[in-house]
Nanobody, 128 residues
Framework: QVQLVESGGGLVQAGGSLRLSCAAS????????MGWFRQAPGKEREFVAT????????YYADSVKGRFTISRDNAKNTVYLQMNSLKPEDTAVYYC?????????????????????WGQGTQVTVSS
């Protein structure tokens, strides 16, 4: 069983930055693709970014490309999401997710159904 705990959310002005962290329990972290998703009020949860287990491959939603960066530290069992140039439309609850070990796909894992473990979410609010 993998447990994921997100942190780093908060209130920030448009144009500002936040860094989200997701701490994972379990030995399988270094073999698992990790992802970030978000859900805005009244909307469905959507893909934000994903990173392969080695960290060599990253993929982003078009809406965040060039502004957000996903990274991981396998020694610390932690994945990060650096968010820069934040916009009000980035306001959402952000969720960290882990796929089962060695699951992968060309172009990265971008579907919620490809992930097996989820964190509780952290709120990000961007004011205009």
């Amino acid at each position: 069983q993998v447990q994921l705990v997100e942190s780093g959310g908060g209130l920030v002005q448009a144009g500002g930055s936040l860094r989200l962290s997701c701490a994972a329990s379990g030995r399988a972290f270094s073999s698992s693709t990790m992802g970030w998703f978000r859900q805005a009020p009244g909307k469905e949860r959507e893909f934000v970014a994903t990173i392969s287990w080695s960290g060599s491959s990253t993929y982003y939603a078009d809406s965040v490309k060039g502004r957000f960066t996903i990274s991981r530290d396998n020694a610390k069992n932690t994945v990060y999401l650096q968010m820069n140039s934040l916009k009000p439309e980035d306001t959402a609850v952000y969720y960290c997710a882990a796929a089962r070990p060695f699951r992968s796909a060309n172009g990265g894992l971008k579907s919620q159904s490809q992930y097996d473990y989820w964190g509780q979410g952290t709120q990000v609010t961007v004011s205009s």
